[in-house]
């Protein structure tokens, strides 16, 4: 039987909850306990299964992979919230809100052991090559994570040092998901390549789209109010790539606006219509659906089954296409 | 040739200065650098190469072991400073005070992912039973600092579970260290056991000493103001065993002591003059050799040749007769 990606992310939700990290002192595992129970789609583990599933490998070992990448994307979360300040987190307080800055601190370094522990769990056949990919992606979300905070004190980030960003901050987790299912199955290392490309420039599409959606997404399906990054002056593919196709004057404009001390509504919707102005909305439709094509186009190459590919194909829209 | 603990110290020093961890953004990379080179005995990676040694093993690969253990070292440093709040480590600034909190959180988790690097760089002949070994210590070390912060707010912490604490906190780590040296060394199961052993007793025997010499050192071989613990109402050993020594009167007056508001210098007086009427010299004396002799024991029951084990007897005589 064929599992949909809805089908794993239940999957993974059951195993969370089957098998709670317990420890004493409490202060330490309350904590983790709580953060990966706040739910969310589980995109990450997700992925891993349905690599897992397209290459034909054995499910425990794929399911203790999956759970120690989701284990490490909850790592990132509680040490993201404490460095971003972030009340909440999925409508619940974070970790260091909840308990405290140390207490976030030092249950996220458990955490992160802990990523590794699930991980030798999956018994690869070639465990150091698996824990190398595992390594290098830790380092790059913690690398996407530095330049994103740099980034907010700077004024001249370009649209390549953004796109940059954002493919270590958040697309190398996805695409190193899918290569770790793909490694606990036994993919060829070509096949291993191609899963990671995939969902590396998904990861891209994606965010991309998140920026997209939150200047021109459907409020009500969106569930953010629309115009928050314009508000806090967020630098977004948006933002980034009207700077560079704006001319000098529209320069200054755009420069007055993030200034701006008027109503927030105001600011919106000047700056929506600069947007509109210079084509951001169809430029920014237009990248996406490249890298979306190049996703697409590295999962066309892998020979294994077309309804393997499916659950993948259909998660994939599934994320790209959620304000449809 | 048959190196001494020194040599393998300024081996370590060398490697440190010869192989940076580098990488962008800076602002990641350069507190790694700058935490790696404040220097130090160096304890645990020497105990490792020690070990290697020992077991007559690869010294390239007890090498990159040894690296990754004192990177490991370094990002629980870095990490305790900020919970501790500590200015400064080794008289220099610590990472969250030269940089920020946030640069000290981030560079601290990719010094652990580092860590793991090098303990895959070192090739032991069982990958997943090194990386356990490791994964288990670096969660204990997380549970004795958890431990230690929470015994700041308790008023009823035993001496059962400070030793418990400290053997978390710190001996573990000499232990893992030696045992991971033994491990990439092919050295067999028992071995690798009674060097943890060593490590282990070792480690705690150090602890009790460290909490001797705090108030009981000389300053000037010592290099910290005698009487620091008593006046920070720091619950050490020697504290705790006198509260489970007192007499009911003896601990009305410990307890008036702590909260004494008088001069420092009297309140380390007085509580040096009830240290030393309940024996507590005496008891923390008979207690660490106990440790020691445990660890002794343990070194003397590998079947080694005795020259190799002459340098790691050398460095735990000098690390508890510091004083002498």
Same mark, same amino acid.
């Given at each position: 039987? +064929?599992? !949909?990606?809805? @089908?794993? !992310?239940?999957? +993974?939700?059951?195993?969370?909850?089957? @098998?709670?990290?317990?420890g004493e002192p409490i202060e330490l595992y309350q904590p983790i306990d709580y953060i990966l129970q706040l739910g969310g789609k589980r995109v990450r583990p997700v992925l891993c299964l349905l690599a897992a599933q397209l290459f034909e490998g054995d499910k425990k070992k794929a399911l203790n992979a999956a759970i120690g990448v989701e284990i490490f994307h909850n790592f990132t979360l509680v040490h993201d919230d404490i460095m971003d300040e972030a009340p909440l987190r999925r409508g619940k307080p974070t970790v260091h809100q909840k308990w405290n800055r140390d207490i976030a601190i030092l249950s996220g370094d458990v955490m992160l052991v802990k990523a590794y522990e699930k991980l030798i769990e999956s018994e690869p056949r070639n465990l150091s090559l698996l824990l190398n990919l595992f390594n290098q992606t #830790?380092?790059? %979300?913690?690398?996407?994570?530095?330049?994103?905070?740099?980034?907010?004190?700077? @004024?001249? %980030? @370009?649209? =390549?040092?953004?796109?940059?960003?954002?493919?270590?901050?958040?697309? %190398?987790?996805l695409a190193c998901s899918l290569k770790i299912g793909a490694l606990v199955s036994g993919a060829n290392e070509?096949? #291993? =390549?191609?899963?990671?490309?995939?969902?590396?420039?998904?990861?891209? #599409?994606?965010q991309i789209q998140d920026d997209y959606l939150d200047a021109y997404g459907d409020p009500e399906k969106f569930g953010k109010r629309i115009g928050g990054?314009?508000? !806090?002056?967020?630098?977004?593919?948006?933002?980034?790539?009207?700077?560079?196709?704006a001319t000098l004057d529209e320069k200054s404009a755009i420069e007055r606006l993030t200034q701006n001390q008027n109503s927030e509504e105001e600011k919106v919707q000047q700056m929506l219509n600069l947007y509109n102005k210079l084509g951001i909305p169809e430029k920014s439709k237009v990248r996406m659906n490249e890298y979306f094509d190049l996703c697409t186009s590295s999962l066309?190459?892998?020979?294994?089954?077309?309804?393997?590919? =499916?659950?993948?194909?259909?998660?994939a829209n599934t994320l790209m296409e959620r304000n449809n």
């Open positions: 039987m +064929i599992n !949909s990606w809805r @089908t794993f !992310s239940q999957i +993974i939700e059951e195993e969370i909850l089957k @098998t709670p990290i317990l #830790a380092i790059q %979300v913690c690398e996407g994570q530095q330049f994103d905070m740099n980034f907010e004190k700077r @004024t001249d %980030v @370009t649209l =390549a040092e953004y796109l940059k960003m954002i493919e270590l901050k958040t697309a %190398v987790l070509q096949e #291993a =390549a191609l899963i990671y490309e995939f969902g590396k420039n998904l990861g891209i #599409a994606f990054d314009i508000i !806090s002056n967020k630098k977004t593919f948006l933002l980034l790539s009207a700077i560079e196709n066309n190459r892998i020979e294994r089954k077309e309804e393997l590919k =499916a659950p993948l194909l259909d998660l």
